[in-house]
């Protein structure tokens, strides 16, 4: 059942949204279910009918949030959206080993994925891949173990808002921030992620998407 508007506020179209991701949920192993949650985003986010809470369209002025809009009791994924003012983005970091399928509701984003390329000891070195200027109605998948990725908002006056579908609800993950010492080595740092559980609000502080 899709009626716990306590927790997650009700918006035109959810019950149809989350129909859909149920379905795309079940299909047999992870490629055939990313694959049918980028369709599920695409076609989402192209219906007029379904308009996202008002509340996700308000930037934070001095981090990008994230807003919970619903958790699957029976399937155990989430679907968080993300608002994201003028030149905010999320520093280098993984999904905690989980699947997610990220879509562009409004605005731009520039997405770049990284392959991990060496480890020594707590340092890590990275290869930065092609960045992908994902613009409304994109849709793309992150499959374990290729999830380290950065997101930025290039815009410098525009909003971006995306919709992420985690494989289940993400409580933490794995940042990588420059090491001063080591010229193009990170090291890592376990951050908890905190979501908003009513998008109107305006008290999450997010690092990782």
């Not at 983005?89 to 770049?112: F, K, M, R, Y």
Request: aromatic share 8%; hydrophobic share 35%.
């Amino acid at each position: 059942m899709h009626d716990d508007l306590h927790r997650y506020p009700p918006f035109p179209g959810r019950k149809r949204l989350l129909a859909a991701l149920d379905q795309a949920i079940q299909q047999p192993g992870i490629k055939a279910i990313t694959h049918t949650v980028e369709q599920v985003l695409r076609e989402a986010i192209a219906d007029d009918q379904i308009v996202l809470p008002a509340g996700v369209h308000e930037p934070v002025h001095d981090h990008y949030a994230r807003r919970e809009l619903y958790r699957s009791p029976m399937h155990g994924y989430s679907v968080v959206a993300m608002t994201w003012g003028p030149g905010q983005a999320t520093p280098l970091h993984d999904h905690s080993g989980l699947w997610c399928v990220e879509g562009v509701w409004n605005g731009t984003l520039q997405i770049t994925q990284y392959a991990l390329q060496e480890q020594a000891g707590e340092r890590f070195q990275f290869r930065a891949g092609r960045g992908l200027l994902a613009g409304r109605g994109s849709a793309g998948c992150l499959i374990p173990p290729h999830e380290y990725h950065t997101i930025c908002n290039p815009s410098p006056d525009q909003i971006a808002v995306s919709v992420h579908v985690y494989q289940q609800v993400m409580e933490r993950c794995t940042v990588f921030l420059p090491d001063p010492a080591h010229p193009h080595w990170y090291l890592r740092e376990t951050r908890d992620l905190q979501t908003e559980t009513a998008p109107a609000q305006r008290t999450a502080v997010a690092s990782g998407g």
